[in-house]
């Protein structure tokens, strides 16, 4: 029988370990799967990789892990916000490394691990300091950059609903990066406020289909990050 | 020596029991055209198989019932079939995706020809007048880690399938992992042809005979 | 006020020209759109390169295309079917053009041309006669071939749902190429089952945005291409 | 010669608004973070113009009221806002399928400099200092076809925006189809800068004198 339900956050993190590269959805706090990460911060893994659009805000969620300095590096397309001070700090002093990478190229490199694509040409960041180092090549007079898939032993993703085998639906513009970080992930982990019986999900409106996830965990109330940042809360609390 | 027409061995659904016993619960599995297609029925009770169509289906089902046929609900080989609970439509580039990305664990093709080194031949006979038609048959094998053929050890003409070097156009190279047939289970380990099991009342000298490609025990 | 609703089949491709690269959605007769098809017959345009997973059956649909001698050129990945007799009979002749793709192959290359990249690189077809005249490289100690983006000035697709923002849902396995033909043609003419108001369609259910959409027409009573080929109809009729 | 401060020009709302007049009907249209968001208010009643967030969704409403804020329905700024009937929602790969496939019509962006041959920097002071992030900035600039910028035609500090070539790191090349500032709307044309309209009380001269960059009437 299938069940890829995990009966806590810390069950459903424990198989992560040093050195991985992890994914971690949301586009700022929406979809950002918190309760996983701060699992992952009690864990305290280290020398991680990870891969999410943003950095972080105030001291919870991505912010909190990165303080608490278990991410060696980030690869991301936008780490500045207003509210964004732990990832600044380090940076500037060089505590943590960052690879920057335009927001569509960013997804679609992720998009492209799951399909099985190693690599692939975009006309984004030519004649840009960010085309630096890469390949370039043209395609019908116009130029591109050679860009390569980015693969992940874990991801991190937050949705509405989510069934036993690993079914997913979305909430909005949560949805963002979490289907396909899904797709790119060897592990994917993922915390769902409802997961419902198989058969509730239409197969029509399935959005994530469950052979992209191996572990579901309930959160049915999860924390708003905007409200915690809000509040100065810091992980651990 | 033992004539070929002597030797019955194990009747197609006996092949697809085969298959079925390799399929661990919870496998997702795609299915060929044919032959591939008896394993759906063979799976044991109490194993949850998650079967993939590369038409953009999850979760497929049984056959459909007659008179229940829906046109827009077919498989890969364009039959009509049916989704099961918990089942996922989506679309030919997200369906390529799972197969093309490692995400199916296993899938089962009928076969023209393999290879002693797992090379696969199962899309054109060659033929110049043949139309030539690859389908999903070269996605799969590049993207599928595991790839299980079923087949009958001979041809309609009493030819192996089972050959030193593929003489028809591959499907890929060094794919096969595993070739069920109804004389024996033949496993390809470091490109090498291991005979896992032989059916009842078939001879390993006799399969030997029956082939260029070097067999072990 | 956007209103991508046409009046009829022959006003929805009105605008294909002689020469044009068209897609076609389906596999086999599930979502193809066999009232388009027709229309096209009926409009006569000539030279045409078809895009389309099969290559028709029997006398109608797609086949009665390629019989009517406008198809100079098919890219597909299963032109063999128990059923197709005119792709074969011309195809002997040399009187059709071939282009033979591997599925996934074909799904990708439609797929990039909707995203904008215009070559990746992919493991099908290596060390097979598909890989003849392609380009290889090898990235993390295995050999993919590049592959380019298929374009195409019109796509011909069928769906069950439609808003006059073009917003469409799919019915089933019917779905397969349409959503990705969408994307990649510059014009997609779409024959939707029925044509609901705006607001009708739950913005988490639509598969194709109807930005990828140009013009819809209702055909609430679609032809059944199977039925049509066993009574051996033949279009026109 | 007429001194900077004494110019008042067009206020932000007035520049959104000659940028909204320049959007077709039917168009599908990105609004950058900070001035551009302005835009969405000004389309005149009758038309109906699309707005894409790449955070995605297509259709993107108006800023969502006090008290009916939606943590999960946000745009590229992280703003809370809403959805029109007829909206549509999807994943990231999919959101910038429709920027960099050439289905967006107008990408609207704000900027830090403006060169004479359309180019754009509006991602990063350059200064090593400062934390460096770029979003869908590049994105859209090499996906969509028609850029506008709505900008102040001076900095903060005085200097012109409008410049012979760009110090700050560019975003892209000759993208930026039409500049829309306080001062003039200035349309990039075979790579020159020509003024198609002057805010009341500014002279084409005194423009001139405040850039580097040749400008045309």
């Known amino acids: 029988m299938i069940n890829k339900i995990a009966n806590s956050v810390h069950e459903a993190v424990s198989g992560i370990f040093d050195g991985a590269t992890v994914m971690i959805s949301g586009f700022g706090e929406a979809g950002s799967p918190i309760e996983l990460i701060h699992a992952l911060v009690d864990k305290g893994v280290k020398d991680l990789t990870v891969v999410s659009n943003n950095a972080g805000s105030g001291h919870v969620g991505l912010a909190a892990l990165i303080e608490n300095r278990q991410v060696r590096k980030i690869i991301c397309s936008f780490p500045r916000t207003a509210i964004s001070v732990v990832f600044p700090e380090l940076y500037r002093k060089g505590e943590i490394e960052l690879e920057l990478v335009p927001q569509g190229t960013l997804a679609e490199r992720i998009r492209s691990a799951g399909a099985g694509i190693p690599a692939f040409y975009t006309p984004t960041s030519v004649n840009t300091p960010l085309e630096e180092g890469k390949e370039k090549r043209d395609f019908n007079n116009r130029t591109y950059v050679l860009e390569h898939a980015i693969y992940a032993d874990f991801a991190l993703v937050k949705c509405a609903k989510a069934d036993r085998y690993g079914n997913l639906v979305y909430n909005k513009t949560a949805r963002n990066f979490g289907p396909i970080m899904c797709m790119a992930a060897k592990n994917t982990i993922v915390q769902a406020k409802e997961v419902v019986e198989v058969g509730d999900i239409d197969p029509e409106h399935v959005v994530t289909p469950g052979i992209f996830v191996k572990k579901v965990v309930e959160v049915p109330n999860p924390a708003d990050e905007s409200k915690l940042v809000e509040q100065e809360r810091r992980y651990p609390w | ?217």
Chains 1, 3 share one sequence.
């Open chain 2, 1 to 217: 020596m033992v004539a070929k027409e002597n030797i019955t061995g194990w009747s197609v659904q006996e092949i697809a029991e085969k298959v079925a016993n390799d399929i661990f619960d919870g496998a997702y599995v795609n299915l060929g055209i044919g032959l591939p297609e008896l394993v759906a029925g063979r799976i044991q009770d109490g194993k949850e198989v998650i079967f993939h169509t590369e038409n953009g289906l999850l979760g497929m089902g049984k056959p459909a019932e007659p008179g229940k046929e829906d046109p827009e609900l077919v498989n890969a080989g364009k039959k009509y079939v049916t989704a099961i609970p918990g089942a996922a439509y989506f679309h030919h580039a997200d369906s390529f995706a799972m197969i093309r990305g490692g995400h199916i664990d296993i899938c089962v093709l009928g076969a023209y020809q393999v290879s002693e080194e797992g090379d696969l031949a199962n899309w054109s006979s060659g033929n110049p007048d043949d139309i030539p038609a690859v389908g999903g048959a070269m996605d799969l094998v590049a993207g599928v880690d595991t790839i299980f053929v079923i087949t009958k050890f001979f041809t309609k003409s009493g030819k192996p399938k089972i050959l030193k070097q593929c003489t028809y156009p591959l499907t890929g190279k060094n794919v096969v992992k595993t070739i069920y047939t109804d004389m024996a289970i033949i496993d390809v380990e470091n490109k090498k042809l291991k005979v896992r099991e032989l059916a009842p009342g078939v001879e390993f000298d006799f399969l030997q005979q029956n082939t260029d490609a070097k067999l072990y025990m």
